[in-house]
């Protein structure tokens, strides 16, 4: 008997009129892992809800089969172990011991029988933490290995991966690959979704791709699957191994007039003193570990942090007259027209109801608006809800906003995370272009691909 | 007051009674506090809990770091009654500009500032030393509140923190977008209502997913719960409770013994 049987299988949440997965066929066998592919929006997460058994009856329509063991997934919830994307949303408990007991308790695991386990699922998962720690105090990579730990401690036969590297940084995403390589045994059958195909490639024997419309697009061992249709799945932005990238970009001219100067500035305690210059017509990746103060000092830059010591000095180039004040002290309005920052999550951002709205504020007159639209393909979303955008989009519109009011510097915050090819390559080609016009770009990120696309220049905190 | 998700568990004597027999303890010393009006009675009680205060580990520095927010609104409660208070009684102590401030109106301020403490100080007492988990277990275990309450509470407990975090997100998000209020206050109140509603809508969405990463552990699953960590209400947590119930006696039959007794009914 298969472990896994999909027939015909489709869902619609409740209020939605396109079926988020539909006219799925599937057996997966006890001991198999499957990489789980599409491009966004076919219903990947979806199915692995559906499969962990947390698709309500409620909350939407059903149709076809879907069994774990010859049982409907809704009656095989304590077969299946499920881990998903962001650490701070699945860790139940305040200590590292009690997290993983969380789950043992709820099942109805005798006490004596508790403890024993708790500590065979983080040795499994190789960490080595007391057990009282307090989970916030781990990093994230830990945090999501110890989540996998309170998957793992319920023995599972089926264990669900719904991205759980994607808010890492590449050493956290590490941490997890090599803790899933030692903790699963051969007889546990595993389906993930990932987008870091060259790094969980090795670690699967099947790759199953779902069709945008519905159904399954390709079925087979990696090679077959990559062998045949990898163009045309790079081309649907996901991130086949071994498709090529299109060739860096560098600046069409040197740089030109400075920008904003950072001089000896920090701030206690999570940026030691840094000193750094921006320039137009230039693009700087800004790269160093998780902790190193990145993020803090592309908003020390952006004015929107005040340093604890050192300044930030914008050039009269950048800001005119006002460029005896610091960045931070400006109006935003003022700030706004000098200084684009584009956040990491696009949703702090977004403050309208609409795609158009959001352009808007601030008073763009419609031919500005119209231009944006058009350039980061957003025509056709011109009247969605901000908030309902797939992560693509609401990328492309963080950078539109922040462009909206044509600043000359442009600060962007781990712009590629989470992004798929497409939307990659069209930020590349968008951030290159804003360069040559004479715009300077600085990014603070961890993606060495996109580096070595972008960047003239480099500096590592 | 700030509590910690995770903190240090103490091992001074009434600390480590059980969460529920300290929530017990504390909810019968402050009801008997409030039976009366008079400053005698809350004055007793807060001798004795600054008594007590050693048995539970605390130190005086941590209370008066703790608690200095009490001791400000106290501050505000001996001032508004001073300056509005209806019962002008008694001789006049001293003049402030238009006001006599007169003994009736100090023994009322005297009152409601010995009581606001009395009542507040078993509160920082059980919450400085009660680790939010033990509380929730002896909650479920002790005083069979419903898991699904108690952990559930717990859990979103957890994501408190986030919340300070998402807050100063949105704000600076806000003033990338070049929207802030310069200085008008209506600007300013629509500028932290929209905050407001972002952080909230972020909140739920967090919710929502703890929600079904817990679901998917089990914790709907209707299985009758085990407890990994062991809560228990012994004999010595009786002596507490009742040793509580005996001293707030003493106090209020003090209290009536000297005649200053004043029943807040009748």
């Known amino acids: ?461 | 007051m700030t509590i910690a998700a995770v903190m240090q568990r103490s091992t001074a004597p009434l600390a480590r009674r059980n969460p529920v027999a300290k929530l017990v303890a504390a909810t019968v010393f402050a009801v008997g506090i409030l039976f009366t009006l008079d400053p005698l009675t809350p004055a007793l009680a807060i001798a004795a809990e600054l008594v007590l205060l050693p048995l539970f580990g605390v130190r005086y520095r941590t209370l008066l770091r703790r608690g200095w927010p009490l001791l400000l609104s106290v501050f505000g409660v001996v001032l508004t009654t001073i300056l509005f208070g209806a019962d002008r009684g008694g001789e006049t102590v001293f003049g402030l500009g238009p006001l006599d401030v007169t003994t009736g109106v100090l023994a009322v301020a005297l009152g409601l500032a010995l009581r606001l403490v009395a009542l507040a100080l078993p509160g920082i007492m059980v919450f400085t030393t009660t680790d939010p988990t033990d509380l929730a277990d002896a909650l479920v275990q002790n005083a069979k509140a419903p898991a699904r309450f108690a952990i559930g509470t717990l859990a979103a407990f957890r994501l408190v923190p986030l919340l300070g975090q998402e807050w100063q997100a949105l704000r600076m998000a806000r003033r990338a977008r070049g929207i802030d209020a310069g200085g008008n206050p209506v600007a300013a109140a629509r500028l932290f209502a929209s905050t407001l509603f972002a952080l909230l809508v972020g909140a739920i969405r967090r919710g929502t997913r703890l929600a079904t990463a817990m679901d998917a552990r089990g914790f709907d699953s209707g299985v009758s719960r085990t407890h990994a960590r062991e809560q228990r209400f012994t004999r010595a947590d009786w002596v507490f409770v009742l040793g509580a119930v005996l001293l707030t006696g003493a106090i209020l039959t003090v209290s009536i013994a000297t005649d200053t007794f004043r029943p807040v009914l009748g």
């Open chain 1, 1 to 461: 008997m298969s472990a896994v049987e999909l027939r015909g299988f489709g869902w619609r949440h409740a209020g939605r009129k396109a079926w988020a997965v539909r006219g799925v066929d599937l057996r997966v066998e006890r001991g198999e892992r499957v990489l789980l592919l599409g491009p966004s929006g076919a219903g990947k997460s979806t199915l692995l809800a559906a499969l962990a058994g947390l698709l309500a009856d409620d909350s939407g329509e059903r149709e076809g089969v879907a069994e774990i063991d010859g049982l409907d997934t809704r009656k095989a919830r304590e077969r299946v172990g499920i881990v998903f994307q962001d650490p701070a949303t699945q860790l139940v408990m305040s200590r590292v011991g009690d997290d993983v007991a969380f789950g043992l308790e709820n099942r109805g695991v005798p006490r004596e029988e508790i403890w024993p386990r708790v500590a065979e699922a983080l040795e499994a998962v190789g960490l080595a933490h007391p057990l009282d720690r307090d989970t916030h105090a781990l990093s994230g990579g830990e945090q999501q290995r110890l989540a996998l730990a309170g998957a793992l401690a319920l023995r599972p036969d089926l264990l669900l991966l719904d991205e759980p590297t994607a808010n890492l940084d590449p050493a956290g995403a590490a941490l997890v690959r090599g803790s899933l390589r030692r903790a699963l045994s051969r007889d546990t059958t595993v389906i993930m979704v990932e987008h870091r195909l060259d790094e969980v490639v090795p670690f699967v024997d099947r790759v199953v791709v779902l069709a945008p419309g519905g159904g399954v697009r390709a079925d087979g061992s990696p090679d077959q699957v990559f062998g045949t249709l990898g163009k045309a799945l790079a081309d649907d932005g996901i991130w086949v191994p071994g498709q090529p990238l299109p060739p860096p970009r560098r600046a069409a001219a040197p740089p030109g007039e400075v920008l904003v100067t950072a001089d000896r500035v920090a701030l206690a305690p999570r940026l030691a003193p840094t000193d750094l210059s921006v320039r137009t017509g230039e693009a700087l990746a800004v790269l160093g570990p998780n902790g190193a103060g990145k993020s803090t000092l592309a908003l020390l830059l952006g004015g929107l942090l005040k340093p604890t010591a050192g300044r930030v000095v914008a050039s009269s180039v950048l800001a005119g007259a006002d460029a005896a004040r610091p960045p931070h002290r400006w109006r935003a309005a003022d700030l706004t027209a000098r200084i684009g920052s584009v956040f990491q999550d696009p949703e702090h951002q977004f403050v309208a109801s609409t795609v158009r709205g959001e352009l808007e504020v601030g008073g763009r007159s419609p031919r500005v608006v119209d231009e944006l639209l058009a350039r980061l393909h957003l025509d056709h979303l011109a009247r969605a809800n901000p908030y309902t955008l797939s992560g693509g989009e609401a990328r492309r519109l963080s950078v539109a906003t922040a462009l909206a009011a044509a600043p000359r510097l442009l600060l962007l915050d781990e712009p590629t995370f989470g992004q798929d090819r497409r939307t990659w390559i069209e930020l590349v080609a968008l951030l290159s272009d804003l360069r040559d016009e004479g715009h300077g770009v600085l990014a603070v990120t961890h993606d060495p691909a996109f580096v070595d696309a972008l960047a003239d220049r480099r500096l590592a905190l």
